[in-house]
């Protein structure tokens, strides 16, 4: 089992629409989670970032976050075709040699104006 | 300006050719990573330093070498051992807790 896993997509939205993108993780003591954004070509870039259960807002950007069930997700509300790109889920954990972060393959989102 | 730069942005090496990439930050954060990151993949990460003149291996290191001897600075080599190194390489940094700040990538091509 991958410590992080993400449905791949491609996810397609309608301009104006709330996209919603999904992550679950396998270490329950995992501690930190966040979202980047990577554009075609681009690195990736920090979005969000939650610690705690519960909802997270930033903006038009919602994070989850529900420790008991190892799953975090990402809302964007009122989606505009620049929020097309692919996202990122990540997880700290610490493991014998000190903090790691552990990606997911990411989820491609298209935005239709 | 505070971030993370990377050079080349593209860097081309021949067969049995080692070549070094450069990482900068001035973020003044204690921790740096290398990953790699194939057409339609994940990051895979290659190294990762928490202190100076100290790193560890990720799930990938064979065929890379780094050193860490300023805080600043995270160098990789990827060595002529590296069987397939054509990727995306991507260099961050981040502080005890926090998410990950990336440089903007140099892209490594074997001719």
């Known amino acids: 089992q991958k410590e992080v896993e993400q449905n791949s997509g491609p996810l397609s939205v309608p301009e104006g629409a709330i996209a919603s993108l999904n992550c679950t993780y396998s270490?329950?003591?995992?501690?930190?989670f966040f979202w980047y954004r990577q554009y075609s070509g681009k690195s990736p870039e920090l979005i969000m970032s939650?610690?705690?259960?519960g909802d997270k807002e930033d903006g038009r950007f919602t994070a989850q976050l529900n420790k008991a069930s190892q799953y975090v997700s990402l809302l964007i509300r009122d989606s505009q075709p620049s929020d097309s790109a692919t996202y990122l889920c990540?997880?700290?954990?610490?493991?014998?040699?000190?903090?790691?972060?552990?990606f997911g393959t990411g989820t491609s989102l298209t935005v239709i104006p | 300006d505070g971030g993370i730069t990377q050079s080349p942005k593209y860097l081309f090496r021949k067969e049995g050719q080692n070549v070094t990439l450069s990482c900068e930050q001035n973020?003044?954060?204690?921790?740096m990573y290398w990953y790699r990151q194939d057409p339609g993949q994940g990051l895979r990460l290659i190294y990762y330093?928490?202190?100076?003149?100290?790193?560890q291996k990720g799930d990938i290191a064979e065929g890379y070498s780094v050193s860490r001897e300023k805080k600043e600075s995270f160098p990789l080599t990827v060595t002529s051992a590296q069987k397939n190194p054509t990727a995306f390489y991507l260099c961050?940094?981040?502080?005890?807790?926090?998410?990950?700040?990336f440089g903007p990538g140099t892209r490594l091509t074997v001719l």
């Open positions: 961050a940094s981040s502080i005890r807790g926090a998410g990950q700040f």
């Open positions: 270490d329950r003591v995992s501690q930190s």
């Open positions: 990540a997880v700290n954990m610490l493991k014998g040699n000190g903090n790691q972060f552990y």
């Open positions: 330093s928490q202190i100076v003149n100290d790193f």
């Open positions: 973020l003044n954060h204690d921790a």
């Open positions: 939650i610690y705690s259960n």
